[in-house]
């Protein structure tokens, strides 16, 4: 059996990952799995059940009862999700809970993931690796432009904020930190718009691909 194709594309928020990812699957015929989703659903079962998502026990309860239809709620985006994802992605034992899963997904046929650790800890053997970035400025503009097109009350100040806050979280936690795997092509997105993003990433794609 030839190895599943594997891309893998890590990247913080806001950097345009999500839509590239999701891009690049269609035009590979490949599935594709947001991780993020996952951990957003777990700091979500915390919260529905009263708890504190930075509470290890209580998050790896929570990551380890995910069922996929947890991923298609409609209240795993905006800052109080933002906020317990971030704090349940940070407990070893919630990482690992996750681990199989993702690595389920894509063994079979193939897949895009989208993530922070898809190409340092989720598949480092993948063929096909891209770490998606943009200035901390752009990205917080990018992600006032989605709150506020939902009707969401929030200033560009404190979405600037919070998401320098979950950079810092993300990069400087023990498990699993943010960072570009060794073999990642790292593209910046700051000055590109998504159309001449995906064409640089598809070009990076197919070639560590072929
Ligand atoms: O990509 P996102 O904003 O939906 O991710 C939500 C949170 O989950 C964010 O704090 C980073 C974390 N995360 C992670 O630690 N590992 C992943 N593979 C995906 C997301």
Known sequence: MSTPQIVAIDGPAASGKGTLARRLAAALDLPYLDTGLLYRATG???LDAGGNPADPAQAEAAARRLK?????????????????????????????????????????????????????????????????????????????LEVTSKGLDETLEDVRREMAERDEADRNRAAAPLRPADDAVVLDTTTLDPDAAFCRAMEIVRERLA
């Open 68 to 144: 996929p239809e947890n991923l298609d709620r409609a209240d795993l985006r905006g800052p109080e999700a933002d906020m317990a994802a971030s704090q349940v992605a940070s407990i070893p034992a919630v990482r690992a809970a996750l681990l199989d899963f993702q690595r389920g997904f894509g063994a079979a046929h193939g897949a895009v993931l989208d993530g922070r650790d898809i190409g340092t800890v989720i598949f480092p053997a993948a063929p096909a690796k891209l770490f998606v970035t943009a200035s901390l400025d752009e990205r917080a503009r990018r992600r006032f």
């Open 44 to 46: 979500r079962l915390v």
